[in-house]
């Protein structure tokens, strides 16, 4: 049972342009979300989060968008750098847990 | 500042062998955590600890163990490996409980069992 999706396994876009990278929940005791970032032979990131009190989170070139009414968060990065390119993996959390549940994860290309 | 350490970063076993995955933090974080990530999945939970002689199973815990003798050290015990035990194990901590504060990572450990 996947409670925190991510449909879409990669994504190719343009030096420059937008990257929205997408993700889905089921479970509705969900109040915090993460995206975290990974390289090849390293550990994941932390890149932003979101409170499900907010609805958007900004931080720099990335911003996550949060609709609880969808079950749905997205992130955008904007504008798009080669040194982009990962994994970019997308995880909740309830108030009263002390772990992750993640996504399975979209390979993020930013070609030149 | 080393912040997560893994070792090691490779290792084969054969079936039925047991190995213990070291992973040591400097920052002082009363949490720490171990996952798994296995190929086009996301990382699921094996165990976590909230602080020294305290840890609790996660969503994977058969075929595990784990202690926490000090705030720093968390190892993962694998008693009779198995190859679904094969993937890449990732060692995390953090300061608080996850709702407010973000994990830090290990490089991860790459285990095949053959």
């Known amino acids: 049972d996947q409670q925190v999706k991510q449909n879409s396994p990669s994504l190719s876009v343009q030096e420059g342009r937008i990257s929205i990278l997408n993700c889905d929940y089921t479970?509705?005791?969900?109040?915090?979300f993460l995206w975290y970032k990974k390289y090849p032979a390293e550990g994941p990131t932390f890149l932003i989060s979101i409170s499900s009190i907010k609805d958007k989170n900004e931080d720099g070139r990335f911003t996550v968008f949060l609709n609880k009414s969808a079950k749905h968060l997205s992130l955008h990065i904007v504008p798009s750098q080669p040194g982009d390119s990962a994994v970019y993996f997308c995880?909740?959390?309830?108030?009263?847990?002390?772990?992750?549940?993640f996504g399975t994860g979209t390979r993020l290309q930013v070609t030149l | 500042n080393a912040g997560v350490t893994q070792t090691p970063k490779f290792r084969i076993l054969k079936i039925g062998q047991s190995m213990t995955l070291q992973c040591t933090q400097d920052m002082n974080h009363n949490y720490m955590y171990w996952y798994r990530q296995d190929p086009g999945m996301g990382l699921k939970l094996i165990y976590y600890s909230v602080g020294a002689g305290i840890t609790d199973k996660g969503e994977v815990p058969n075929g595990y163990n784990v202690s926490r003798s000090t705030t720093e050290d968390f190892p993962l015990r694998l008693e009779l490996a198995a190859p679904s035990q094969t993937s890449v194990y990732f060692c995390?901590?953090?300061?608080?409980?996850?709702?407010?504060?973000?994990?830090?990572f290990g490089q991860g450990t790459r285990l095949t069992v053959v």
């Open positions: 995880a909740a959390n309830t108030g009263t847990a002390s772990k992750l549940t």
């Open positions: 479970n509705s005791m969900f109040d915090y």
């Open positions: 995390a901590s953090s300061k608080q409980g996850l709702t407010n504060t973000e994990a830090f």
